[in-house]
């Protein structure tokens, strides 16, 4: 139907090193490509992340799903969600790689257990895992 073939998020931070070792040495997602921009000092890396979805939520269910995960509304308009085998011992990773945990780990309504943290760039991340 469509002719999109990959759906690339692209975040700019500030620390690189310690993103790509969140992300890629803590959070486990394989380096496909990395080199250096044409710029002095630019870099990028390329990370595979499995199957990756769109999302789109309208404001009042993002205002849901905020209370459920955390106990408060506290994201912005991008959120990353990533589906792992163990929530709780992912989140646990991503704490020792240098991310805040916001919240304790929690049993959605949609039968997934829950984590949020969030990045040292800012970005909030939801770990899930489903239970059913």
Do not use: C
């Amino acid at each position: 139907m469509g002719n999109v073939e990959e759906l690339r998020l692209v975040l700019t931070v500030q620390d690189f090193e310690s993103a790509v070792a969140l992300y890629r040495d803590a959070l486990g997602l394989e380096e496909v490509e990395a080199w250096e921009g044409e710029e002095e000092g630019a870099q990028i890396a390329i990370l595979a992340a499995g199957r990756a979805t769109l999302e789109l939520v309208n404001e009042p269910q993002a205002a849901a799903i905020d209370p459920i995960e955390v106990g408060h509304r506290v994201a912005g308009p991008v959120r990353i969600a990533f589906k792992v085998g163990d929530s709780e011992v992912t989140a646990e990773r991503l704490v020792q790689a240098g991310a805040e945990q916001l919240a304790a780990q929690v049993t959605t309504p949609w039968d997934d257990r829950n984590v949020r943290v969030r990045a040292p760039d800012g970005m909030q991340l939801t770990l899930f895992s489903t239970l059913a």
